[in-house]
């Protein structure tokens, strides 16, 4: 059979970091670039952005003869009914990707699927359309008189240069929107390299790639992203690289780096990354972020020596320090992720988590719940032990816990990880954040106040949208655990010493407002979560502090019933109706005067510069010292 017209599918399934960075389909992008010379035509749905129209209008619409989707685990269901769609059309089907890579039996036990391309698949397919069968290509598993054949494995590209770039012209959803809505960037992914060398037990990557990694030229990497940025019709643009370690061969991300930098284009960018090559090489790293990449992930994983050990990470303690140093030092976002629910760590330890990256001075931080993947070490050593409670694919979204942990429940996992972002999200943090952000975009000046609440507001409203689909079923209790994790001594002590005035322009606002001590009550119908408390003099933000109990000696207290949240009119109400029984309301209205005037005033002048305490560019976020035992008394003070 001769195969002319393809269909290539995402199915939809956001999870986890879907919410951050919706994800693109640059694989099936891939896949077409390497087929299109070859056939009619191509058509390829993101379902992600494409969430109105039913498959079968697509198929009814383009006429396909044959159909790819692309999974992960978490679209193992949506894939595989995608597939049975597909049938009732008399399709050939195929799938490919990370998930099925590593189990084409199970795939295959699934009547609707009819081959599986295992592995990195441009060449594997190009081959199968020019034979129009999948006999003794390497890299397809297929069934031949009722039996699965399982043609040899097929190398991972050694040239990845040899490749045609990612057909991004296929797009037909606006995968810009959530973007230029939230940061007002275009965004964009881009492969600088494939694989890992790193032999982590829980990741895909080995099994993947068989730890191999594979490196572009740096020039034409640099030619792809002018392209994009064409393509972009050069708005301001933000780049994911795609590479699970951006630093594989630091020389080339230096020479990428020098071109970006002459180039001087408006693109910035995100890297995900080891702490060991990242503290190595101090140098490159400057030129990176001089360079626009600015956004840093790195698998910190826990602060157990002992456990990244365990899990083949080969990274110590030293390393992750001084790799989140450097970056602060640049004022890159230092971000990273925990893997929490690993057999045998106690709820304890768990929450030291948070702590840790605190302490390192991280100003991201994700955790994961320790998942055990299809075709992962991990999952081989779970399996063997029968530790493995739930088979079923979809929950395997690192949000989830599918494995007898041992110490701690299940539902205690998973509450854990809303504790350990409550905790790292602590207020104080987003000082920070703006500190970091007015050195690299405005030459470290002060922020205005409107646009501090611009940014905590696209915060808030990052973490209400996406918290409540992150958590649909359970969102009231999560909502508890996050904010009660929030209560801590250490942000009072933070604010003090950096003073919101050194980092907002403030002056106005205090000379009118005055000495005041403003108070917002966070309440869950009638359980009252958590206040925090701000205190003014007339030239200063004394501090900030978090309480679980609310204070009676608020000059204002303004209540928030989070079950209210997005209503606006009955939460304006509720404000209101707080405001009025405690006869504040003069209060309220010097506060609004003030902040209306501090706006007029910074308007009419330039901004002055940040003033920060000395300690804070000698020690960046930590104030206290890292003592496992002090954090761990922490948790007595949580309601958690
Ligand atoms: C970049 C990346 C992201 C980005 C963007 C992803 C995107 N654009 O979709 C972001 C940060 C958003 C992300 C998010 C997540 N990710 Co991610 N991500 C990656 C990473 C590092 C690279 C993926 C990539 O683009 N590769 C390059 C392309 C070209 O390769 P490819 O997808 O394999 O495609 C090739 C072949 O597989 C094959 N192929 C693939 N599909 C098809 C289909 C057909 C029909 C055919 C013929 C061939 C074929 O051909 C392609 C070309 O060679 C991988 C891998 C890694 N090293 O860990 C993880 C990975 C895919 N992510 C993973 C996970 C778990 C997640 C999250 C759940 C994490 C979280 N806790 O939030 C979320 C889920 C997001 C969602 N669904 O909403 C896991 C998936 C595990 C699994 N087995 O399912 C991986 C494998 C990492 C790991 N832990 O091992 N991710
Ligand atoms: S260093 Fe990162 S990408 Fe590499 S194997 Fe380990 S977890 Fe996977």
């Known amino acids: 059979m001769v195969y002319r017209r393809i269909m290539l599918v995402r199915p939809e399934g956001r999870c986890g970091w879907g919410y951050m960075w919706s994800p693109l389909a640059i694989n ?12 009619d035509d191509i058509a390829i749905i993101n379902q992600e952005y494409d969430t109105d129209t039913d498959i079968r209008v697509h198929i009814e619409r383009f006429k396909p003869d044959l159909f790819g989707v692309t999974m992960s685990a978490t679209e193992h269901r949506s894939g595989l009914e995608l597939c049975r769609i597909a049938k009732e059309y008399g399709l050939t089907t195929m799938v490919g990707g990370y998930h099925p890579t590593p189990i084409p039996d199970e795939l295959m036990g699934h009547d609707q699927v009819d081959m599986v391309f295992r592995g990195e698949s441009e060449i594997t397919m190009k081959e199968f359309v020019l034979q129009g069968t999948p006999d003794d290509i390497e890299g397809i598993s297929y069934r031949k008189d009722g039996k699965i054949i399982h043609n040899p ?3 991972p590209v050694a040239d990845l240069d040899s490749l045609p770039t990612p057909a991004r012209h296929y797009r037909v959803g606006n995968e810009c929107h959530q973007w230029t809505e939230r940061g007002g960037r275009h965004r964009d992914q881009v492969h600088t390299s494939r694989g890992c060398w790193g032999k982590c037990t829980f990741c895909c990557e080995p099994s993947m790639s068989h730890s191999k990694q594979r490196h572009r030229d740096p020039e034409k990497v640099f030619q792809e992203i002018k392209e994009v940025y064409e393509l972009h019709g050069r708005e301001p643009l933000v780049i994911i690289f795609g590479d699970p370690h951006l630093m594989g061969r630091p020389k080339n991300i230096e020479r990428l780096s020098e071109l970006l930098i002459e180039a001087n284009m408006d693109v910035i960018f995100t890297a995900m990354l080891r702490a ?28 157990d020596e002992s456990e990244l050990d365990g899990t083949k990470k ?21 971000g990273g992720t925990f893997v929490i629910g690993l057999p045998g760590q106690t709820e304890e330890e768990i929450m030291t988590f948070p702590e840790y990256a605190r302490h390192l001075g991280m100003t991201e931080a994700a955790f994961a719940v320790a998942t055990p993947q299809a075709g992962t070490e991990f999952h081989a050593e779970l399996d063997d032990a029968g530790m493995i409670h739930d088979d079923d694919w979809t929950n395997y979204d690192q949000m989830h816990s599918v494995f007898h942990q041992g110490n701690i429940s299940k539902e205690r996992i998973e509450e854990l990880l809303t504790h350990c972002l409550g905790r790292f999200y602590a207020p104080d943090l987003f000082l920070d954040i703006i500190i970091d952000t007015q050195y690299r975009q405005s030459e470290g000046k002060k922020i205005t106040v409107a646009d501090f609440i611009h940014h905590m507001g696209d915060r808030l409203r990052f973490v209400l949208t996406g918290g409540k689909r992150l958590r649909p079923d359970d969102g009231a209790r999560h909502t508890d655990v996050f904010l009660s994790a929030t209560i801590n001594p250490w942000t009072r002590k933070r604010t003090e010493a950096i003073g919101a005035h050194n980092v907002l322009d403030l002056e106005r606002f205090l000379q009118i407002a005055g000495s005041q001590k403003i108070q917002i009550s966070v309440t869950q119908g009638d359980v009252h979560l958590v206040s925090y408390i701000l205190k003014t003099t007339s030239t200063t933000v004394e501090y900030l502090d978090v309480l679980d109990t609310p204070i009676d000696d608020a000059t204002l207290t303004i209540e928030l019933d989070a079950t209210l949240l997005r209503k606006r009119l009955g939460l304006g109400l509720s404000i209101l109706k707080g405001i009025v029984k405690r006869r504040q309301l003069g209060t309220l209205l010097r506060i609004i005067k003030a902040y209306r005037k501090n706006r007029a005033y910074t308007n009419s002048k330039t901004l002055g510069p940040m003033t920060l305490p000395a300690s804070y560019a000698e020690d960046g976020c930590r104030m206290d010292g890292w003592d496992k035992e002090k954090y761990l008394r922490i948790k007595t003070m949580n309601k958690v």
Request: net charge negative.
């Open 314 to 334: 080969g990274i110590d303690n030293k390393k992750q320090e001084e790799a989140v140093r450097l970056l602060r030092k640049h004022h890159a976002v230092a």
């Open 153 to 155: 494995d097929r190398d």
């Open 28 to 39: 099936l992008e891939y896949v077409a670039a390497s087929i299109e010379e070859y056939v």
């Open 276 to 303: 060991d090559v990242v503290a190595k090489n101090p140098d490159i790293i400057a030129k990176m972020v001089k360079a626009g990449i600015v956004g840093y992930c790195m698998g910190i994983e826990s602060p």
